[in-house]
């Protein structure tokens, strides 16, 4: 099946400073991907739409500026946290659309997840 | 507006036992609608999709669920539980515009006990 890869799966980073996480499709092209939050023993909660070759769209009280998303390629978006802080601290998981598959819903598929702690 | 209500946050079971996760959903059209499962520290497996074919659907390690329209259900069924399936169960219903976005519910946590 359809392989979407994070990458790093687990990161520990200071307060004040900026960490990237990646979400590639392995073996197809995305013109979309999801980036969501999920909070310990909480649903995911969608951040934004990363749209390739476009500016992202942003989910209301989503703070772009602060969630900086890019999407260069069909095959890889990533999310970077700036000014990381420890309320940023959470479970980020990426999720891609596959733009030959027709089907509604027949077309996503997620990572791993990437687990951010801020200390 | 897309939502999805999953009615019990918590359900516990017996090990050979049947389950029952309860969603309910809210859309002003047809809706895209499925069940994902999270173990823990893990990311997101597909159980099954409904999208407007079979009411009932079948999916992966005996679960199923039945799209009710006139009860706007889709609730998910397993006729016997195994300790393997303890785990975080999402409901979720798809935006039917071009970019697919996923609407999650709050989840379910299914214990299964010996």
């Known amino acids: 099946g359809a392989v979407v890869s994070q990458h790093p799966s687990w990161v520990i980073c200071k307060s004040g400073t900026s960490v990237k996480i990646e979400c590639r499709s392995l073996d197809f092209q995305a013109t979309t991907m999801f980036w969501y939050r999920q909070f310990p023993k909480q649903s995911l909660m969608l951040m934004a739409t990363?749209?390739?070759?476009?500016?992202?769209?942003?989910e209301q009280g989503v703070e772009k500026d602060k969630f900086l998303i890019n999407h260069a390629s069909l095959t890889l978006s990533t999310l970077t946290v700036t000014s990381a802080h420890p309320e940023d601290s959470s479970f980020y998981i990426c999720?891609?659309?596959?733009?030959?598959?027709?089907?509604?819903?027949?077309?996503?598929?997620f990572g791993e997840g990437s687990w951010l702690t801020v200390v | 507006a897309q939502s999805v209500t999953q009615l019990d946050s918590h359900v516990s079971v017996s090990e050979g036992t049947p389950v029952l996760l309860r969603c309910n959903y809210s859309s002003s059209y047809s809706p895209s609608l499925f069940w994902y499962v999270q173990h823990p520290n893990k990311g997101l497996q597909l159980l099954l999709k409904y999208t407007s074919a079979a009411t009932l659907v079948k999916g992966i390690n005996g679960f199923e669920a039945e799209f009710k329209k006139s009860e706007t259900s889709f609730h998910l069924t397993k006729p016997s539980a195994h300790m393997s399936d303890a785990a975080e169960y999402f409901c979720v219903v798809s935006d039917r515009g071009g970019y697919n976005k996923l609407i999650f519910g709050a989840g379910t946590r299914l214990a299964v006990h010996p």
């Open positions: 990363s749209n390739e070759g476009s500016k992202a769209t942003y």
């Open positions: 999720s891609a659309r596959d733009r030959d598959k027709v089907l509604y819903g027949n077309t996503i598929y």
